[in-house]
């Protein structure tokens, strides 16, 4: 028996060791490790170069196309955005409902005597409107995208909060390059980014307590 343990032999599997070793290329890293590398990688440089090539490409159904809109429910938006802006009200004036018993409203909104009043997300319109009484009503077609850089931004830094810097980076880059979130992003006045990104912001404090 002992002749043929020595041919043999015994091969020992210590499988904390290999955790250490490979698990922790996914794991959080100590504080003190993670102020020694928080630098400007290679990986974040890839990042940033995405985020303006992201943020480019969102503009084109919004910049240099005029009044146009490519739904109904951004079109109301827009309009009630730009009414706001302009009158401080969110409802347009349509005084052919009075002789026509209200039959003209567009969709995403009702007819009430001589005004169409709008139906959709009321928070994206205060929260335009306002914004766009400071800046204007063509900067504000920047703020989608913008939010939508910064919902990526959020959502790295909440990764970070339970794995490894590498990790974040994977999982920001992978939410950048959804097709969904690149589409919405372009239509500059719908509610969806929006909507997502201050969803983002909720984990992102959650995860900084």
């Known amino acids: 028996m002992a002749e043929n343990d020595r041919r043999h032999p015994k091969i020992a599997c210590d499988w904390g060791q290999i955790w250490r070793v490979y ?30 090539l992201f943020f480019v490409s969102s503009l084109i159904l919004s910049v240099g196309v005029g009044d146009m809109y490519n739904s109904p429910d951004e079109r109301a938006a827009a309009a009630s955005i730009e ?13 052919l409902n009075l002789e026509l018993g209200g039959v003209l409203s567009p969709r995403s909104m009702v007819s009430i005597g001589a005004f169409l009043i709008p139906t959709t997300f009321p928070g994206l319109m205060l ?19 913008l939010l939508a850089i910064l919902a990526v931004l959020a959502w790295r830094k909440t990764l970070e909060s339970f794995l490894s810097r590498r990790a974040a980076l994977i999982g920001s880059v992978l939410f950048l390059t959804l097709a969904g979130f690149w589409f919405y992003s372009a239509r500059v006045f719908m509610h969806n980014v929006p909507f997502l990104t201050f969803f983002i912001f ?6 900084r307590k």
């Open 202 to 207: 909720g984990f992102y404090f959650l995860s």
């Open 23 to 52: 698990g922790s290329k996914f794991r959080r890293r100590s504080p003190s490790a993670s102020v020694t590398q928080h630098r400007f990688s290679f990986g974040d440089m890839i990042l940033w170069l995405l985020l303006g």
């Open 127 to 145: 929260l335009y409107g306002v914004i766009g009484k400071i800046i204007s009503f063509p900067l504000i077609k920047l703020l989608t995208p």
């Open 83 to 95: 009414a706001f802006i302009k009158d401080g009200r969110f409802s347009l004036s349509e005084p």
